[in-house]
């Protein structure tokens, strides 16, 4: 409960933030398209529709759900202590700015301005795993943030060493996607979805392979 007083301010100006594109939507409703553009491939062509009303009102209020699980599910873990303020204030900002970006790219679209969308996501997500990777080493286990695994959760050793190690993963990963969003220096998708893989085997792999030789010894 501590944390909860501690951050029940942030959690309600968070989330109001998080439905602002659903008041943006409400004051542009007559401008934008009854069919909208939700999906679009790295080239940034659409490849998915959905209704307006879907768009102004369905998007922000999944946004909404999704943040208030996880950030209720933060600050009410069972290692709540072991989370620190800047952590629990990363995850309090991820579907904010996310609705922000979908929305304003979404909205910018149907507008018809020039928003190159596959340039500016590929970009957003970078950032995140920048950011992201720069915490990585500084998370202390717990249950809602980091690569929770048995091996890393029953082993603080186990658990310090692998976020250390995705930290130094994450971060070169998340500067190699920002540059690629620019320079396509791993234009196939097919190579974006072999990084996104790496960021996540390498680490697992590590810490399980720690696991087995601390169980030997």
Same mark, same amino acid.
């Given at each position: ?8 301010? %942030? ?101 018809? %301005? ?11 997500? @970078? ?5 992201? @990777?720069? %915490? ?82």
């Amino acid at each position: 409960m501590e944390k909860w007083r501690e951050n029940k301010i %942030y959690f309600l100006v968070t989330s109001i933030v998080t439905v602002l594109p659903m008041i943006i939507g409400i004051v542009l409703w007559k401008q934008l398209p009854d069919r909208v553009a939700i999906h679009f491939d790295r080239n940034s062509i659409p490849n998915g529709w959905s209704s307006k009303s879907f768009v102004v009102f369905g998007l922000p209020i999944f946004c909404l759900i999704t943040h208030i699980v996880c950030t209720l599910t933060t600050l009410f873990d069972k290692k709540q202590e072991n989370i620190q303020n800047k952590i629990i204030h990363l995850v309090f900002w991820i579907c904010p700015v996310v609705s922000l970006v979908c929305g304003s790219c979404i909205y910018g679209y149907a507008l018809s %301005y020039p928003v190159n969308i596959g340039v500016f996501t590929e970009f957003f997500i @970078g950032i995140i795993f920048v950011i992201t @990777g720069n %915490y990585l080493p500084k998370c202390r286990q717990n249950y809602v943030i980091g690569i929770k695994v048995p091996w890393t959760l029953q082993d603080k050793e186990n658990w310090n060493r692998t976020h250390r190690l995705a930290g130094w993963i994450w971060v070169p990963c998340g500067i190699l996607l920002i540059l690629d969003a620019f320079l396509h220096i791993i234009a196939p998708s097919w190579m974006v979805f072999l990084l996104f893989g790496i960021m996540i085997i390498i680490p697992i792999g590590y810490s399980f392979f720690y696991f087995l030789k601390q169980k030997i010894k």
